[in-house]
């Protein structure tokens, strides 16, 4: 006679053991689940688990609590077999790398941002004056005047102080080097995007990258008026960093970098700073 099946009075009722009381094994050939939310958990203690979650169009997720790694440890090799033909790797819904016909792995490209101040005496954001077509990046035109609305006047003054033509989507990572400069003055300095449109001479908006209103750095010294030089690193200030989630920018995008004085009080300085800048998309 075959053997009759364990079956519970209702639907969705009864359990086979407790946490009180375990089964010590289960041997089998075929475990069949039905449940709208996580199917399986596996764990070894009361926080250390991981889930296995099948969701509508057989979308499966596994996961695992607290900072669990997942190691696929294969004695041959590891298949990752997509009929869409593409493999997406990412960190939470930043888009790291994709594998497939479009293949994709995030670049770094490092800018040059360097320049100088000569007797600054305003508090408004400056940019590069090359309007004579100097090469010197002297930053002495003004981009906005400060407290008033992050905007340029005109797309002139927009493409001459870019430091960077944004080929394709990415995010700012960091911007840090080194400041010298004779005076005590604290210099700030910010991160803007824009974009200009074909045929137009109207005002053109900025959208500050990172912290609002910048980071800044001290020219301290105990000497006044002794020349010194400080290193500047955009994301060991306190703040907002510059990253995937506050500097992203689309392909076509300006990218400008602005300084700003402390004060009236006359600034001279030079800085040389290196842009990073990644790459998200492939075109």
Not at 16 to 22: E, P
Not at 42 to 60: E, H, K, L, M, Y
Not at 82 to 98: E, M, P, R
């Amino acid at each position: 006679m075959a053997t009759k099946n364990i079956v519970p009075r209702a639907d969705n009722e009864g359990n086979l053991g407790s946490t009180a009381k375990r089964w010590v094994s289960f041997t089998g050939n075929k475990v069949d689940l039905e449940l709208a939310t996580t199917q399986a958990k596996f764990a070894f203690d009361g926080t250390s688990n991981a889930t296995i979650t099948v969701a509508d169009d057989s979308n499966t997720t596994i996961a695992t609590a607290e900072t669990g790694n997942i190691v696929l440890d294969a004695g041959g090799s590891i298949e990752l077999n997509a009929d869409s033909g593409s493999v997406n790797i990412k960190d939470a819904t930043t888009t790291l790398a994709v594998i497939g016909s479009e293949s994709f792995i995030p670049t770094v490209e490092y800018v040059r941002v360097l320049g100088f101040t000569s007797e600054l005496s305003t508090t408004n954001v400056v940019g590069p004056d090359i309007s004579q077509g100097s090469t010197s990046h002297v930053f002495s035109d003004v981009l906005f005047a400060n407290g008033a609305a992050e905007q340029v006047s005109n797309p002139f003054k927009a493409v001459q102080a870019a430091q960077l033509v944004a080929g394709r989507a990415g995010y700012i990572r960091n911007l840090k080097g080194y400041i010298a400069g004779t005076t005590d003055q604290t210099v700030t300095f910010r991160v803007f995007k824009t974009h200009p449109t074909n045929n137009s001479a109207a005002a053109l908006a900025l959208t500050e990258l990172g912290a609002d209103e910048g980071k800044n750095i001290a020219m301290t010294t105990t000497a006044s008026g002794t020349s010194i030089s400080m290193d500047f690193d955009y994301n060991a200030i306190a703040g907002d960093d510059l990253d995937a989630s506050t500097a992203a920018f689309a392909a076509d995008d300006i990218i400008i970098v602005g300084l700003q004085n402390s004060d009236t009080t006359a600034m001279t300085c030079r800085f040389c700073l290196t842009m990073e800048v990644v790459y998200t998309a492939t075109s």
